[in-house]
Nanobody, 117 residues
Framework: VQLQASGGGLVQAGGSLRLTCSAS????????MGWYRQAPGGQRELVAN???????TYADSAKGRFTISRDITNNKLYLEMNNLKPEDTAVYYC????????????WGQGTLVTVSS
């Protein structure tokens, strides 16, 4: 199962980043997809998801700042993040949505986002 996130980096508060996820066709075509993050010392949490028909849902912390989108043809998932805050600092992962049993699920390579104040 291929799940690889990229596009993270160091950015100042108020800045923007665009994350990209490459997923296997099997994962991408059979499931909704989501972006998750895990802050240092914290638990992994859902940030945004997109399901069939393109319907999206966001965590309260992401509403109005983040936009999830997908390219079904190329099995890509994106997360546009604007007005970043220091509390957005985390490793970001993509995965199917929903994930049942986050602790035992397969997680591919994440990408680190660091927001400086």
């Amino acid at each position: 199962v291929q799940l690889q996130a990229s596009g993270g980096g160091l950015v100042q508060a108020g800045g923007s980043l665009r994350l990209t996820c490459s997923a296997s066709k099997r994962v991408f075509s059979m499931n909704g997809m989501g972006w998750y993050r895990q802050a240092p010392g914290g638990q992994r949490e859902l940030v945004a998801n997109i399901v069939s028909g393109g319907r999206t849902t966001y965590a309260d912390s992401a509403k109005g700042r983040f936009t999830i989108s997908r390219d079904i043809t190329n099995n890509k998932l994106y997360l546009e993040m604007n007005n970043l805050k220091p509390e957005d600092t985390a490793v970001y992962y993509c995965n199917k949505y929903p994930v049942v049993g986050m602790a035992r699920a397969h997680w591919g390579q994440g990408t680190l986002v660091t927001v400086s104040s």
